[in-house]
């Protein structure tokens, strides 16, 4: 099983960046797949999270208007677009996976929103 982040990396503030999860060794379609973040000092938190295609999408109220998740099934990658950022979004994001009591995490990619 594999989750592999792309798309972080030093943004001004005001300024968009789009994350990519890629996934590999489950049937991805049948999982609910979530981005969280973890900035310095803080507690891993929920940015957002979709269930398969056509399902319900949920949101952290910070990320409401901002942030958009979406996911390709064919592709078995979810994305996340994040537009008008802030320095308070500076954190590493980490793509998850979750069915029943299987979960999987990806090794994470840094966002850095700073002038």
């Known amino acids: 099983v594999q989750l592999v982040e792309s798309g972080g990396g030093l943004v001004q503030p005001g300024g968009s960046l789009r994350l990519s999860c890629v996934a590999s060794?489950?049937?991805?379609?049948?999982?609910?797949m979530s981005w969280y973040r973890q900035a310095p000092g803080k507690e891993r938190e929920l940015v957002a999270s979709i269930i398969s295609a056509g399902g319900g999408i949920n949101y952290a109220d910070s990320m409401k208007g901002r942030f958009t998740i979406s996911r390709d099934n064919a592709k078995n990658t979810v994305y996340l677009q994040m537009n008008s950022l802030k320095p308070e979004d500076t954190a590493v994001y980490y793509c998850?996976?979750?069915?029943?009591?299987?979960?999987?995490w990806g090794q994470g990619t840094q966002v850095i929103v700073s002038s």
């Open positions: 060794g489950f049937t991805f379609s049948s999982y609910v």
């Open positions: 998850n996976a979750r069915r029943l009591w299987y979960e999987y």
